[in-house]
């Protein structure tokens, strides 16, 4: 299931506060809990800052380039963060408490990666159409050609 559905995308744009608000105060407690939500909270601020960046994903065009740009920087900060994760599982006493953060953080990455994923894929369907986009977040998939079919899993 790579591609998500409008509601899915609507779903993450509609939450951006709860992901900006938890990851905040999962960043500030870093400290107290010994290295234990700093990797889930930087990847549930990036979402939120994601989602309310393509909040207008299917009525403006040329988003796609955005998109794809904020996914491969999205993708290296997350390996390169994740790399400095696994290796303080070693080195720190805390070590269980920072695997459940990797996990919680890898969670909510998949997630990320398949908003912007789908967003890149349809924006760009989109963007090829000669006609104007009506402003709704549910009239995408029907306005994109049907000679650009793709599938939804």
């Not at 790579?2 to 400290?31: C, E, H, W």
């Not at 909510?108 to 977040?137: C, D």
């Amino acid at each position: 299931m790579i591609i998500m559905t409008p509601n899915q995308l609507v779903s993450i744009i509609r939450q951006f506060p709860i992901y900006m608000i938890g990851g905040l105060a999962l960043i500030a407690l870093d400290k107290l809990w010994l290295g234990f939500g700093i990797f889930t909270g930087f990847m549930a601020v990036w979402t939120a800052a994601c989602a309310i960046t393509f909040e207008q994903w299917d009525s403006e065009r040329e988003l796609w380039r955005q998109a794809a740009t904020f996914l491969l920087f999205g993708l290296i900060a997350y390996l390169l963060t994740l790399f400095i994760q696994i290796s303080g599982i070693f080195q720190q006493a805390n070590g269980v408490g920072i695997a459940i953060d990797i996990a919680l953080a890898t969670t909510l990455a998949t997630r990320y990666f398949r908003f912007l994923f789908t967003i890149v894929r349809i924006n760009w369907l989109i963007s090829k159409t000669a006609e104007p986009l009506q402003n709704s977040t549910s009239l995408a998939w029907d306005q994109i050609p049907k000679s650009y079919t793709f599938r939804v899993m």
